[in-house]
């Protein structure tokens, strides 16, 4: 069975920083591709980042990136130079080796971001 | 392209009662999902669906039934509600496979006394 963690409940950070948001996952799956989301206090959830289990550079979109350390299985989420914006929930999701396999989320994180 | 709309947006049912949430996507995605968010929780998946005419069970299905007659189309039913019930249902929807991100709709806030 798949599951994804995400041990940070809530974090707080200063404007500007770096975070790190942490995800572990387990799977038995040699093919899968693992998502973060990002859902603000108005409720919607905004796809970020994607990363392969085969690909071999750690993925990058914007002030996002990926950390992929696939020995370890984690894939945590880099947010560079935070913004007062960044402030959300944020979701660690993975998608299993067959093609209909169901997408699973973690429980979050809450990140808030400091003036 | 409207993306992925749910109907109602907000609804308070009473214990027993039953109600259809609609949800509609335009993009032409085979895949599409129902989840569950609990007040300050992570998404749970109650059904899935490959493609019109195939459904699955995900993680909490008990409670609920859903059917896909076309590939637009992924109505989830609640058969008589539960004050356990009360969260917020998101529909999503995919194309197959790989770095296929899912696309979700804005969600409807369900409540039930």
């Known amino acids: 069975a798949q599951k994804i963690t995400q041990t940070q409940p809530g974090m707080f950070v200063q404007e500007k920083e770096a975070v790190t948001l942490d995800c572990t996952y387990d799977?038995?799956?040699?093919?899968?591709?693992l998502f973060w989301y990002k859902q603000p206090s108005s409720g919607e959830m905004i796809f970020l980042i994607y990363?392969?289990?085969?690909?071999?550079q750690n993925a990058t979109e914007g002030r996002y990136s990926l950390n992929f350390q696939k020995a370890r299985k984690s894939a945590n989420l880099v947010i560079s130079a935070s913004q007062l914006g960044d402030s959300a929930m944020y979701f660690c999701a993975m998608r299993g080796e067959n093609r209909d396999d169901k997408i699973i989320f973690g429980k979050g994180t809450r990140l808030h971001i400091l003036p | 392209n409207a993306g992925v709309t749910q109907t109602p947006k907000f609804r308070i049912l009473k214990i027993g009662q039953s109600m259809t949430l609609q949800c509609t996507q335009d993009?032409?995605?085979?895949?599409m999902y129902w989840y569950r968010q609990d007040p300050g929780m992570g998404l749970k998946l109650i059904y899935y669906?490959?493609?019109?005419?195939?459904?699955d069970k995900g993680e909490v299905p008990n409670g609920y039934n859903v059917s896909r007659s076309t590939t637009e189309d992924f109505p989830l039913r609640l058969e008589l509600a539960a004050p356990s019930q009360t969260s917020v249902y998101f529909c999503?929807?995919?194309?197959?496979?790989?770095?296929?991100?899912?696309?979700f709709g804005p969600g409807t806030r369900l409540t039930v006394l």
């Open positions: 669906s490959v493609g019109a005419g195939i459904t």
């Open positions: 993009m032409n995605h085979n895949y």
């Open positions: 999503a929807s995919t194309l197959s496979g790989g770095n296929n991100e899912q696309f």
């Open positions: 799977t038995s799956d040699q093919s899968y591709g």
């Open positions: 990363q392969g289990s085969y690909d071999e």
